[in-house]
């Protein structure tokens, strides 16, 4: 019912119609202009953050793979004071770099999980790495979206995240 009494006015007035046509119009181009922002610097954003999860959580892994192999084996994993890389295999590791056997960390870890995490980006700019010493051993990510989690971790360093027993290491 209502429906027939709008469709009367609508076609009474022509000026009326119009309008909403003009509206409509607008609204769609409006939807056209908000998505085409969307699309261009939302998803850019949230990718950042979806990748910095990934990164906070495979440091949580990897620090829990460390404690319990020192738990294990009362010393942490591979050699004193060798810096590692997830972007770079150690001296005659076969890789691929995510194996717990072979891969980026220098030691048997697959008691501990099925891959060694890799950084989703793995590059020259985002990698994770990994040292220990006499004194404990460290993990670092560089962090892209959540940098305040790299100054308020407690370590030495501001520009990246650091997580194990002594955060002066790297
Ligand atoms: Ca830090």
């Known amino acids: 019912m209502c429906y027939h009494l709008y ?8 000026a009326r119609g119009f309008s909403l046509i003009e509206l409509v119009l607008t609204m769609s181009v409006m939807l056209i202009l908000f998505s085409v922002v969307y699309l261009t610097t939302r998803p850019a954003e949230s990718q950042a953050k979806a990748r910095d999860g990934k990164r906070l959580s495979d440091m949580q892994v990897l620090a829990r793979v ?9 010393d942490y994993p591979d050699f004193m004071d060798a810096l590692r890389k997830s972007t770079v295999l150690p001296e005659s590791n076969a890789g691929p770099l995510e194996s717990p056997v072979r891969g980026w960390i220098k030691q048997d870890l697959s008691r501990y999980n099925v ?4 950084d989703p980006q793995n590059d020259e700019n985002y990698y994770y790495s990994y040292k220990k010493t006499t004194t404990g051993y460290e993990l670092n990510a560089v962090l892209e979206y959540y940098l305040q989690y790299a100054q308020d971790d407690g370590g030495s360093n501001a520009a990246v995240y650091e997580l194990g027993t002594d955060l002066g290491i790297m």
Request: glycine share 10%; aromatic share 10%.
């Open 7 to 14: 469709m009367s006015d609508f076609q009474r007035s022509g």
């Open 66 to 74: 460390v404690d319990e192999f020192r738990i294990d084996t009362g």
């Open 115 to 118: 891959k060694l995490p890799l």
